[in-house]
């Protein structure tokens, strides 16, 4: 609320003549509500100089500028199907390399004429003979084993089997000689007139 004829700020900047300056503090002198708000003009210009000086930003950032924008290569390893394709691009890339630089290195081994020459046809059935016999061996070695896990497992069945035979056969001895016994007890202790 104001009611001095001239602007507080303009009298509290010194923007006023010596006249209006007079008139202002007249009426200053005389209301309370002026003269408060005089008084926070004045603690706001203290509060202001008690603070350092900073350089100013050049301009405000925006979040539309470039600068918030991800970089290309964050936005290339945030995108499946742009990785994915550069994948593939790649895989393409090394699978050629590999056509064309393979035929030389199979140029540079020897041929299979030549290494049919080496070998005689006496050692090559030999080396045959010599892998049908191992494979034959394992293979009966593995059926082997097979029928030995295959024995052991029905006979520990079996002997599990018995086991709870047997103990079957066991309850049923003891209830019967049980329910003998308590048959005996029950023709001893029978009153005298009930056997008949």
């Known amino acids: 609320m104001m009611c001095s004829p001239f602007d507080l ?5 010194g923007e006023l003549n010596a006249d209006q300056r007079e008139a202002t503090e007249r009426h200053v002198d005389q209301c309370h509500a002026c003269c408060q708000e005089l008084s926070a003009l004045s603690s706001t210009r203290s509060a202001v100089l008690c603070m350092r000086e900073e350089e100013l930003p050049h301009r405000i950032a925006f979040v539309s500028d470039k600068v918030f924008q991800p970089r290309w290569w964050q936005r290339f390893l945030a995108s499946g199907p742009q990785l994915g394709f550069a994948s593939a691009a790649i895989l393409a890339v090394a699978i ?9 290195a199979v140029a540079t081994s020897p041929s299979v004429a030549q290494v049919d020459s080496h070998v005689d046809e006496a050692e090559i059935a030999r080396r045959v003979q010599a892998a049908v016999e191992k494979g034959v061996l394992e293979n009966q070695n593995r059926e082997a084993e097979r029928l030995l896990e295959v024995v052991n497992s029905r006979l520990a069945d079996s002997e599990r089997r018995h086991n709870v035979d047997l103990q079957t056969i066991a309850h049923y001895l003891d209830v019967t000689q049980k329910q003998k016994a308590l048959s005996v007890r029950d023709i001893m202790y029978q009153p005298a007139g009930a056997i008949q």
Do not use: L
């Not at 050629?96 to 030389?104: C, K, L």
């Open 9 to 13: 700020k303009d009298y509290f900047f």
């Open 96 to 104: 050629v390399f590999h056509a064309m630089h393979a035929p030389h």
